[in-house]
Structure formats: C-alpha cells, structure tokens
C-alpha cells in the first residue's frame, strides 16, 4: 500500500499551466505575503484557485471564456511558479493560504463568490468552504482527495500514522537542486497532462518554484484529512475527477475511492471526466467548460 500510495501521490506533486497570459491587473487595496490576485471581467465573482507549483495561468482560458460575463479573480500562490516566496518558504501553504482567501474576500467585499480549485487549488477551496461557510457561494473541486493520506497509508490511515512517511517525502524532495527538472518529474507531467504541447511549460512552472515550499506544501497535503470538515460546508459542491493513466488500483477500485471520500457530503455532485489527466482544463477543455457553465448556473 506503501508503494500505490506513493504512485498514486505522485499525480498530485505538480502542477502549473500551459497558455498564453492575459492582460490582467493586480487587485488595488490588497496585501498579502502568500497569495496575490488579480481580476478580469465583470459580474458575479469567481475566484479560482491553482495547484501545487502551479501558476494562475493554468486557468487563463477559463478566464477567457468567462470574463464577458463573470468578474474573475486569479490567485497566484508565493512560491511557486517563480512568484516571490514570501510566508510561504516555510511550513504549511494550504491552511494558510485559504484564510488569506477568506480575508480577500471580506477585505474586497465579495458576496458570496464561487470558489473553483484544481489540485492542491480543491484542497485550499474545501478549506475555505468548511471553516468560513459564509464567505463561499458554491465551490467546484477539480480532481483532489480530501484526504490523501489514504493513499499512502491505507484505509485505515490517519494524519498521524502517515506523517513518517510524509516527513520521508518532504526531505526527499527537498534534497532536488533548485532550478532544475528532473527525468522522474518529467515522467510525472507526462503522466499529468495529455496534451503533450502543453507539458514544456508546465515543466517551467515547476522549475520555477521554489524546492521547499513545494515540499511543504506536499508533506501538508498528505497529513491534511478534510473528511471530518465537509460537514461543515453549506455551499453546493461539485467535484470533477480523472481516474489516472498509472494508478495500481483498478478505475472501478479507484472511483469508489474517490466517492467514498465524499461521503460526509452527500449532497455533492461528483462527475468523472473521461479521456483526461489531471488538468481537466487543459486535455478537456470543452467538457471541463461545460461543467463550469453547470456549476455556476446552479
């Protein structure tokens, strides 16, 4: 279990974006040393959220396709994807980062907006959705577990039994030199993204951040199990996911896993997204909108 929970988690190690970016600005009245912001379009918010070592560019052509009609808000997270480390050079990012949301939100007076997560992003959301329910109109999850830590150690598992082997990962991790792309991790982007164009950036992004935030990051990711919290989440939720190219448990294994760990919201639509990696939005694009569309209508 040791060894599938390792493969398995390494889907989740990277990620970044791969387009063009658009014009954008900075949002005025806000400081912050983990996250910045900036807004595109208007009407109803949205707020969208990146993943580990990714860059807010991943969702650009979101943005694109919604800024006609919904005013978007873009987080880039300290550290990763060459943005300035800040707060976020050490400890946990995720928590952290979730209540600097939650403060923008109050701060730019926001009314309820959607939060939309992908990855690492799902995790910050469901967090931000459970310990502020007030703040967050409806979240989408975009292929994150709130639980990873299952994976590595089992059904069983609980933050405390898995956190050797998380603290193993994060030393590993932080032993890589700065500045340079591994063959393990260009293996893992290809087995992140289907769309082969768009993995050379995404392997820049990861170049780009910063070794021991990442690994931070990582270690949290695996320790964190949101299942207690879900309760707590008043929005609608939707959560889209994949089953992955090399997952050493069978789709039908895997699935189950996947709604199983939703089970504390019943009331959450869950939708499997075929013919995708993990970056719905880039090898999918189309149905991946169409979700959006669903979601944000509802």
């Not at 949101?226 to 992955?244: D, G, K």
């Amino acid at each position: 279990m040791k060894r599938r929970g390792l493969l398995i988690g390494a889907l989740f190690a990277l990620a970044a974006c791969a387009s063009t970016p658009a014009p954008s600005a900075p949002e005025e009245g806000f400081s912050s040393d983990r996250i910045s912001v900036v807004v595109r379009g208007s009407g109803p918010d949205v707020i969208l959220i990146p993943g580990l070592s990714s860059s807010r560019d991943v969702w650009n052509t979101t943005a694109d396709a919604l800024d006609g009609h919904y005013c978007v808000h873009l987080v880039q997270l300290n550290g990763f994807a060459g943005a300035p480390v800040g707060a976020n050079g050490d400890g946990p990012v995720s928590a952290p980062v979730a209540e600097e949301i939650a403060r923008y939100i109050g701060e730019t007076h926001l009314d309820h907006p959607a939060v939309i997560g992908h990855s690492m992003g799902g995790t910050i959301g469901m967090m931000l959705a459970a310990r502020h329910p007030d703040a967050v109109g409806k979240l989408m999850v975009v292929d994150m577990f709130p639980f990873m830590g299952a994976m590595f150690g089992g059904p069983n598992a609980t933050p405390e039994s898995v956190a050797p082997i998380a603290d193993q990962i994060r030393a590993a991790m932080r032993t890589a030199p700065q500045g340079v792309v591994s063959d393990q991790t260009r293996g893992m982007i290809a087995s992140m993204v289907r769309t082969e164009t768009a993995r050379p950036e995404i392997m820049e992004h990861a170049r780009l951040s910063n070794v021991a935030t990442t690994a931070n990051a990582f270690r949290e990711l695996i320790v964190t199990d949101l299942r207690p919290e879900l309760t707590h989440i008043t929005a609608p939720v939707t959560v889209l996911f994949v089953i992955p190219p090399q997952a050493p448990i069978t789709p039908e294994q895997y699935e189950a896993y996947m709604r199983a760990s939703y089970a504390n919201l019943p009331q959450a639509r869950i939708v499997k997204i075929e013919n995708s990696y993990h970056f719905i939005m880039i090898d999918q694009f189309d149905r991946f909108m169409s979700e959006v569309r669903t979601f944000l209508a509802s």
